[in-house]
């Protein structure tokens, strides 16, 4: 999973495409759990671009986002929020499918 370098280029990818972005910080032990699955996720939906957004190095984008849990998931097409699934919580395998299942709903 590639990580956003910048908020342009946030705004810019929402606008065009399918895109999930997953707010993560390296600090964060949940965020390490499911690091490891994370690629059978993005195989899973292809059709969905994944990018790493740094929360320590976004902070003000989360603040803007109103995400204040990590790891959280917001994922857009054409400029269109789909969903986000925002929490402080951990997330398992399973919780981050049903999420992304519920994006074509």
Known sequence: MRKLDSVEEFHKLKESGKHVFMFSADWCPDCRVIEPILPEIQAQYEEYTFLYVDRDQFIDLCIEL????????????????????????????????????NLSK
């Open 66 to 101: 109103d995400i204040f849990g990590i790891p959280s998931f917001l994922a857009y097409e054409d400029g269109r929020e789909l969903g986000r699934f925002v929490s402080k919580d951990r997330k398992t395998k399973e919780d981050i499918e049903i999420f992304m299942d």
